[in-house]
């Protein structure tokens, strides 16, 4: 009894040695063939590759507290971690690579969280490996065509103000001329964006999970009013049944979006009435 008591001292003693990269290198280990398939579907042309964009800004959490990182991870997190990688795992061959991944992802993430300082808002952090799936084209795919019809419908409305507007499916017939509301008018990758930017502005400003979450509704609705002026614009534009110049719609759509990031940033670092400040990092000793 004495040997195996003396055996797991031991063993307690090497893993507290272990640096916190190779933790994590240990649960990336563990989601290699996610990793592969993700590689594959970025660099495929069949997506977008934004989730690498989520991906840098993981790394940069981990990199911005990487003097406070923990040497033992939190069991609580740490366990979690093991079970999503787990159930990834047993996923992999059961359910669609998409929804494998992202557990494989949710359970990277809550590894990171049991070795990021526990000031660290974990809903962010969770938020940033879900965006890190390679994912546009699926919701274009299942949600591409309600947000075009809800845009479409909004759009007749705020039209309604200066024109005649009839709506059929997700086309517009304004004054007589037919405007398509087409996949790219969708705000899908809007969506993704300011989510993203959501998940960025908390991390960066240290919200807490409370503050991040209640202000997640408004989000949504600052990326949908977007959109819809966004369209409305450019539908307005094409009434009179002139095609709008490239460079005018491309311009349309990026000062849209940078109106809505600037606004999705200062809400989040915006506190409500009578909130406590935000403490700033106290450095951690490491034993």
């Not at 990793?35 to 042309?45: E, N, Q, S, V, Y």
Request: charged residues 15%; hydrophobic residues 55%.
């Amino acid at each position: 009894m004495e040997t195996d008591a003396h055996s797991l001292d031991g063993l307690a003693r090497r893993l507290d040695r272990l640096p916190a990269a190779a933790w994590l290198a240990l649960l990336g280990a563990a989601m290699w063939p996610h990793i592969l398939w993700m590689a594959r579907r970025m660099l495929d042309g069949s997506d977008d590759p934004l989730g690498i964009v989520a991906l840098a800004a993981l790394a940069c959490v981990g990199w911005r507290h990487r003097d406070r990182l923990r040497r033992m991870p939190r069991p609580a997190w740490f366990c979690g971690a093991l079970v999503l990688m787990t159930l990834a795992g047993a996923a992999w061959q059961a359910l669609p690579p998409l929804l494998a991944t992202l557990l494989a992802l949710l359970g990277f993430a809550a590894g990171m969280l049991s070795l990021l300082p526990g000031g660290v808002a974990s809903a962010p952090v969770l938020g940033l490996a879900a965006l890190s799936l390679p994912l546009m084209a699926s919701l274009q795919f299942y949600a591409g065509y309600p947000l075009r019809l809800v845009a479409a419908e909004l759009s007749r409305w705020l039209l309604l103000a200066a024109h005649h507007v009839e709506r059929d499916g997700v086309a517009l017939r304004v004054d007589g001329q037919l405007v398509l509301v087409d996949a790219a008018c969708s705000g899908v990758q809007l969506v993704w964006l300011g989510y993203f930017t959501a998940c960025a502005a908390a991390l960066l400003g240290g919200c807490g999970n409370a503050h991040f979450l209640r202000r997640l509704p408004a989000v949504g609705c600052l990326v949908l009013t977007g959109n819809v002026l966004r369209n409305t614009a450019l539908v307005a534009l094409q009434a009179d049944g002139k095609a709008v110049a490239a460079w005018l719609h491309e311009g349309v759509g990026l000062v849209t979006l940078a109106v809505v990031c600037a606004l999705v940033f200062r809400l989040m670092r915006v506190r409500a009435p009578g909130a406590a400040p935000i403490a700033a990092p106290v450095r951690e000793q490491r034993p």
